[in-house]
């Protein structure tokens, strides 16, 4: 199974493909699609550019992220990096 992502023109964002074709801001809310339906919600992603930035496909296997990029990924899915030292401090 597949995900589409993206970032989102308007703020740079990771968003998501929902199984509509809509953006959606958490990899829960992300459709999952099979082979050749996932090469077409890439294409409608594509296709609005408005909303979607290099959008691409990430191969998900028990709701995560897998395959070579998976770590990469995850760290999208969770958000910003930076900045969160100091919730601790």
């Known amino acids: ?3 589409v992502t993206a970032n ?3 703020d740079g964002r990771v968003i998501y493909a929902n199984a509509s074709g809509y953006p959606v801001e958490t990899f ?8 050749e ?3 077409l919600a890439l294409s409608r992603a594509a296709g609005d550019p408005a909303t979607f930035v290099n959008p691409y ?10 395959g070579r990029d ?3 990924e995850q760290i ?3 958000g910003p ?4 030292s100091l919730d601790h401090a």
């Open 37 to 39: 339906a996932a090469d």
């Open 1 to 3: 199974m597949k995900i």
């Open 81 to 84: 990096t930076v900045g969160h």
């Open 28 to 35: 829960d809310e992300a459709g999952l699609f099979a082979d």
């Open 8 to 10: 989102r023109l308007s």
């Open 57 to 66: 496909l990430v191969e998900v296997e028990a709701g995560r992220p897998s």
């Open 70 to 72: 998976r770590f990469k």
């Open 76 to 78: 999208r899915a969770r």
